[in-house]
């Protein structure tokens, strides 16, 4: 299955952006990339906690950016592969293994063309925070979890919540529909990391409401085994958000009073 021609333009034109985004993105203060070479694991409380020991394990991480998540999960014993769209994101994960000396494989393509670029069958398929939104369609992508998962392996995905989606910038009124009815395109200049040397351009995202990303997973014969809600977000992704704890950032108009994030592990 190759990329779907009705969403090529939508996906050239995000990759575009991501491609200027990764050296700003590996620069940036968000990143972290020197606390990162110094030792620092990238992982959140909500994935590690959830996910436990990767020890001995094979993990495929799509969707990895420029793979510090991936190289983190390597730090703690995981033997890993990684895999974006982005050529210069691939580039730069490559750069920060030799780096660091730890051993992990990158493969660049488009998560729905993954299975014509990699081999193999893993223990763990891991995606996380703000991925699945540049996808149209889940149907093919939850093809791909199962196709990479051997039997008694395990999906995991902590993903910001449909929720905080369907709202405009300013948090003032409900802009966008929590179901996936229609593309949402959006002219953008800065980023969530930095706004600092990006030209910007139009970007294309979809809202996947909770039904719809349990029912392609359960569709492909994977079961459901934890589901949590989580009223805080791990990362301060949005302009209007507010530090109350280490990791740990609320919208401050809605505080503590939403789902942020939700984390699902499925079994095959």
Known sequence: MMTQDPWKNYFEANQNLWDERVKVH???????????????????????????DVRG???LHLQCHFGLDTLSWARLGASVTGMDFSAPAIEKARELAAQTGLDATF???????LP??????????FTSYGVIGWLPDLKPWAKVVSHFLKPGGTFYMAEFHPFIWMY??????????YFNREVIAEEVSGSYASDEGLVGGMEYGW??????????????????????????????????????????YLLK????????????????
Not at 33 to 45: D, I, K, M, S, Y
Not at 116 to 125: A, K, N, P, Y
Not at 253 to 268: A, T
Request: include cysteine; charged fraction near 25%.
């Open 253 to 268: 108009v809605f505080g503590d009073k939403i789902p942020y994030v939700y984390s699902v592990s499925f079994r095959k």
């Open 207 to 248: 809202n996947h409401g909770l039904s719809e990303v349990f029912g392609v997973l359960m569709a492909e014969g994977l079961t459901l085994e934890s589901f949590q809600e989580h009223s805080f977000s791990p990362w301060p992704c949005f302009a209007d958000m507010e530090e109350v704890g280490k990791d740990r």
């Open 107 to 113: 493969v660049c393509c488009n998560v729905f063309d």
């Open 57 to 59: 394990k094979k993990l």
């Open 26 to 52: 590996s620069d940036s203060a968000f990143y972290g990339v020197p606390q990162f070479l110094a030792g620092e694991n990238t992982l959140r409380e909500i994935e590690l906690a959830e996910l436990g």
């Open 116 to 125: 014509q670029h990699l081999s193999g069958e893993f223990d763990i398929v």
């Open 168 to 177: 405009d910038n300013q948090r003032e009124k409900v802009a966008y529909s």
